[in-house]
């Protein structure tokens, strides 16, 4: 693996080495060409928004040229919006007009949107060339980063068209973590709190007495934070690196109603927070399923409730807006919404066989 890097996570047809330390932007150049080899050199296309290119953008690029890559930029404009076929269609044309051959890399440095839509495009241009993820928002170091899961969206929902494209490397840098909106650190810890559930209770524990470090972002617990979320994702990314397994699923406790919360509210709420309340959801129609223990409902509720993260919908939605919404979701099977529930901290279970009512009460529950 190399002193470079952290973690190697092997896949099918290839490893995704990840590096996560302060100013990884810095040598982002130098941990490219060792795995890209050469000479000759492969062009580099940094896919970035417009906010974090103006923070980062000329570091990640100076780095990328100060190793002898020819770097050019994109730039998108912030947002879910931005996860479009227009925009991935501006790209390809970007891609064409500079003649970028089949070994270019594209480098994605932002959060969640810009490594979907530049996955996304690295995925399918040219049958598929190289991709390397610069995460720069929480919720994209501790998730969105592992896994190959690229996606933009369509009129019929979020996250409908994608494709399965490894990254070669992910290269955290705890320290762009300092200029996000106290609102966008909270709202990425809904993830971590996700994991933790889903596979240990003492990960639930290491939240619940870090919590003041973690919040306050301490450089040391950052870390700690991002490498374990990251090792938990990718135990169970590699076993099922298609979705075909149903182990893979078992990464979206919370998605299904918080997906169509974030849909329905048309983004004015953070992905996070609606994973937050999606997970409040699943948790208290696990324990109406006769799954989860009521102390263990509170207890995920509390948690989520420290890091800032909402447990009630204070602008309700139309449930039966809700409901059709659940309805055209990815993750339905034969006709069947497939539900990720909780039968105790660490053991996450699907169900297909959940009563509409029983969603729509545990939906209802949410609202103030």
Known sequence: MGPMFDLQIPFEDQATRVAVRLDVLDRLGSLLTQLTGGPPRPDV??????????????????SLRQAGLKTLDFQIEPGEASKSLEVVGEVYRYLAGHSLARDTVIVSLGGGVVSDLAGFVAATWMRGIRFAVCPT??????????????AINVP????LV????????????PACLKTLDTRDVRAGLAESVKHALVSSDEFVTWHEANADAILALDDPTTV????????????IVQKDVHERAGLRMLLNFGHTIGHAIEECCRFALRHGECVSLGMVAACRLSHAMGLLDESVVRRAETTL???????????????DLI???IRKDKKIRGGTEQFVLLEAIGRPVVRNDIPQQAVRDAYESLLP
């Open 45 to 62: 296309l940094l896919v970035t928004d417009r906010h974090v290119g103006q923070l980062y953008g000329h570091s990640a690029a100076e």
């Open 137 to 150: 928002t929480l919720e994209a170091d501790v998730d969105a980063s592992i896994g190959g899961k690229t």
């Open 156 to 159: 019929g929902g979020k996250n």
């Open 162 to 173: 994608g494709a399965f494209h490894q990254p070669i490397l992910v290269a955290v840098d």
């Open 224 to 235: 700690e934070l991002i490498l374990e979320n990251l090792r938990i994702k990718a135990n």
């Open 305 to 319: 409730a420290r890091f800032g993260l909402p447990t009630e919908l204070r602008d309700p939605i139309e449930t």
């Open 323 to 325: 409901m059709a919404t």
